[in-house]
């Protein structure tokens, strides 16, 4: 899973970026400090309790249940699990800022959008103190809205993708008249897969693009039709939710009311302020405060015995009052919406020990997988391994006992042993 942070510059991508990845990369006051992308990870807890809190023979293995993990006996290859709170990992890319005009080459132009081929998702970081203009250079107040920054921003990534069905496309419709429809998709599958593009988006494509098109033959298709199917292309490759960032610089009515004009348009998004963020986990790192990941930045506690300075005390205090009075901040939590309402995904837990739940190396549920919804038996398989795939036989739910078998969908949370030839 690969989500992009994007937005026009100086909004707070890359403090966003530093916070969720914990990790150092350029952060200033000023348009285009990032100019190649940042790639990190970062972890969002899986909204369901980890399944090692139903384990059958939890007594017998709790060695880890005095330690670290809380509660939690499970043995994650990556990420951790504590009191049955599991981590899993999200690619996260860091680009350079959008201006408009980045279609036609403006900035960093093409090379921004190949930047966020293969990304499952986007959030973009809008300004939502609007103290810059839509370059990124601080400005009168309103010199733009949040909202006029999402209208740029989608309308240059889908006018990059008209740009690129209409190169070829009266040749490409033409040679695929013969085809059908059958050939018309492959075309625009074909032209849309070095970003990422499938299928599933083509076929929204064409039919959006149909819907308009009225008898007009697809070679003859103009601006409006592939704009048309770009659009529906977009928001099926690149859904995009929104942190309105600088939130901690925001009037409480002011960001309400943006945060409404965000939702009139269906749209998932959570007011953050990566500068805090970033500054708790600093203060978390020195052992000041603790929090769980994914807990609103409000939510911290003081830890009195590392003997926080009076400054250090007054700022973090501040901090507190401020957040409290954000609702539902966080960009950990944003992240998850996007992984788990936004795009549908479930984790499931393969194991190669349907009684004890545990691969060949004892290690109790080591993998959380990622899955769309409506994922099978037999994609698990393949999402495993190629080779568990091809030599796929049935699975068992390790939760009931029950054979399932390859066509059988799979649900959030279910502990699976495949059976595989191989
Ligand atoms: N007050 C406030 N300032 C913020 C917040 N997030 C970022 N900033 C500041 O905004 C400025 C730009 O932050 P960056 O993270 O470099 O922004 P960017 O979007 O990556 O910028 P480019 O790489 O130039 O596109 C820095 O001075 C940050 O400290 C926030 O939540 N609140
Ligand atoms: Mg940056």
Redesign the pocket.
Known sequence: MRVGLV????????????SLTSTLV?????????IEPNIGIAWIPVPDPCRCADLPTRTSKSQDSQGDGGGSTCNPRTGSCKDFRRLIPITLV?V??LVPGASEGRGRGNQFLSDLSRCDALIQ?VDG?MSTDLE?NHSEPLASTPIDEYNFLTEEIELWLAGILKQGWSRGARRAQSGGERALLDLITNLISGLGGTEKDAILGLQAAREIASDNQPWDWGDTVIRRMASEIRRSMFPVAVAI?????VEPNKLKSTIKDFEDLSLLCLP???????ALNKAKKAGLISYSVGDSPAKFNLEPQNNPSDSQRGILEKIQNKMSSIEGAGLVDLLSQVVFSSLSRIVVYPVSDEGRWTDAENRILPDAILLPQGSTARDLAYAVHTDLGNGFIRATNAVSGRSIRGDSELSMSDVVKIHSKS
Do not use: H, M, Q, R
């Open positions: 937005g026009k510059p100086n909004v707070g991508k890359s403090t966003a970026f530093s350029e952060i200033a006051d000023y348009p285009f400090t990032t860091d350079a800022g970081i103190s990124g960032n600088k939130a901690d610089k953050t302020s990566a500068e805090v963020e970033l």
